[in-house]
């Protein structure tokens, strides 16, 4: 799997959008681009993925670079239960690679009132 | 509907006892997977079942580690001879087999070694 890089901590006013950048230029053909938080105390969740055209979902944008060398999630208008760790992940869909990513250190978003 | 059960929650133990974690998938959820999260800490994998096929283990830091899965419903994680390093949140995560990318976690158990 290729490997991401993102800010470790970023802060964000409430209402206001959140923007969270992940570079990934190692990013091979096959591999998508995967988005999960994890409030504290709680398992992962999941937010939205990608492979080249940017989505959108009723959590969040993902906007991925036309050379898909780094992506950026957009939390439109954060809330302060929107606080939590936010792993970038690349890997490949099919299911025999699927589960061996290990997400990294993430980005801790704070949403401040 | 219910979402993947994790038990216990908490288990404190002593160093070079036994223990084992049990996770409950979502019912329909063909793709179960075990992961590590240390404090502070990323997920790291740890072990992959997919139906019937055989278990992708590479994650396994040890063969202190296993891990089984009844049919595609529980999974059970063991760890022998527990080590203070083996202090941790363990993950637990299902999928359907088609939306492989769209796992649903457990809320995890927290092992403590002392």
């Known amino acids: 799997d290729a490997k991401t890089t993102q800010p470790t901590s970023m802060d964000c006013a409430e209402g206001r959008a959140a923007n969270l950048p992940c570079n990934h230029s190692?990013?091979?053909?096959?591999?998508?681009v995967y988005w999960y938080r994890q409030i504290h105390s709680q398992g992962p969740q999941y937010i939205i993925h990608g492979l080249k055209n940017n989505e959108t979902n009723e959590m969040a944008s993902l906007i991925i670079t036309e050379d898909r060398k780094s992506s950026t999630l957009i939390l439109p208008h954060a809330t302060l239960r929107d606080t939590a760790v936010y792993y970038c992940i690349v890997r490949a869909r099919e299911h025999t690679n699927a589960g061996k990513s290990t997400f990294g250190d993430g980005t801790t978003l704070t949403v401040k009132p | 509907g219910a979402g993947v059960s994790q038990s216990p929650s908490n288990k404190v133990t002593e160093k070079g006892k036994d223990v084992e974690l049990r996770c409950d998938p979502i019912s329909g959820h063909t793709a179960l997977y075990w992961y590590r999260q240390r404090l502070g800490q990323g997920l790291e994998f740890l072990i992959y079942?997919?139906?019937?096929?055989?278990?992708?283990k590479s994650g396994l830091p040890s063969d202190r580690f296993s891990a089984e899965r009844t049919g595609e419903s529980v999974s059970t994680l063991t760890i022998q001879r527990t080590q203070q390093e083996d202090s941790a949140v363990y993950l637990c995560?299902?999928?359907?087999?088609?939306?492989?990318?769209?796992?649903?976690f457990g809320p995890g158990t927290r092992l403590t070694v002392t």
């Open positions: 079942f997919q139906g019937n096929s055989a278990p992708d």
């Open positions: 995560a299902s999928s359907l087999v088609h939306a492989i990318y769209e796992q649903y």
């Open positions: 190692t990013i091979s053909g096959n591999e998508y």
